[in-house]
């Protein structure tokens, strides 16, 4: 059955790399993707509007869930921050008259949440239901010489109970299972699971930009040719923000960690041509990584 298609904000707007990326891995994995059922849906809040009216935040994710659940789908998201937010908002809708209150909200549109929906990261699907077995099988180009420093950021590891860590512990390495997947070398470093200074870049930039040179120069200095996040904010800040972070941090010499969004990874193991995945759209160039794979941008 097809997923309902809930791609984020970021993906068609600052990253139109990854909503293409997505599109072709997608296709190639048998993911039967639905892109019409979550055309009017709306923003999750991005956990920035839950903190100033919570209701208002679960009312739209609901309106969201209600949605899917009209097109008999679930929803597939290539974006943790919305996993994230999506999955708490889910959690308190399953309060039976919390949820009856926010119906009436959604009763001037004609739909109504009864509480089904289980979104799912575009990372959780590759591992849960097409299964890594499969996807190391369908690997067309393995990536020895790659060493990649995952990066999964905030929203899509806690809160664990949230996002079902105890049905599902496999989620907890997930990233490592892809890149080892794809032949890749996993670069383990402690920031991995740390936020990486978005949420506070409007309101402290030099904090996040210590957060982004501090994560960057931890996995560079540990041998990463390059770090993978399953979080478009997360790309956002890292490759955005990197050559400001390096001025403000190491000015001595540019940090060049190429970051690289979740599916263009699993598309190079799988031959997609890295411009048809736009890696030669990065602020941090992605050349010399991949020289390493006598591919060209």
Request: charged share 20%; aromatic share 6%; hydrophobic share 40%.
């Amino acid at each position: 059955m097809p997923y309902a298609f809930y791609p984020g904000c970021v993906s068609r707007g600052a990253c139109p790399e990854l909503y293409a990326a997505t599109l072709e891995v997608c296709r190639r994995l048998g993911i039967e993707l639905d892109l019409t059922t979550m055309q009017s849906a709306s923003c999750t809040g991005a956990g920035v509007l839950q903190e100033k009216n919570l209701r208002l935040g679960d009312t739209l994710n609901a309106r969201t869930f209600a949605m899917a659940e009209r097109a008999g789908r679930q929803i597939l998201t290539i974006c943790s921050t919305c996993q994230g937010v999506m999955s708490q908002a889910n959690a308190r809708l399953q309060d039976d008259d919390y949820r009856a209150s926010v119906n009436e909200d959604l009763a001037e549109e004609g739909l109504s949440y009864n509480g089904t929906a289980d979104p799912k990261h575009l990372l959780w699907v590759i591992v849960e239901e097409v299964g890594i077995d499969t996807l190391e099988s369908m690997v067309v180009q393995r990536l020895p010489s790659l060493r990649i420093a995952p990066f999964y950021g905030c929203y899509i590891v806690r809160p664990s109970s949230d996002l079902k860590f105890e049905e599902h512990p496999e989620r907890e390495d997930a990233l490592e299972r892809v890149i080892e997947a794809v032949g890749a070398q996993v670069v383990d470093f402690p920031g991995k699971t740390l936020c990486c200074g978005f949420p506070i870049l409007t309101i402290n930039e030099t904090n996040s930009l210590k957060m982004v040179a501090n994560h960057t120069m931890d996995a560079k200095g540990r041998g990463a040719d390059a770090m993978v996040t399953p979080c478009p904010l997360c790309h956002l800040n890292l490759d955005g923000y990197q050559p400001q972070a390096a001025k403000a941090n190491s000015p001595l010499s540019p940090i060049d960690v190429p970051i690289l969004h979740l599916p263009q990874l699993i598309g190079l193991a799988l031959g997609i041509p890295p411009k048809a995945m736009r890696l030669n759209s990065h602020i941090v160039s992605t050349k010399t990584m991949l020289s390493e794979l006598a591919l060209s941008p």
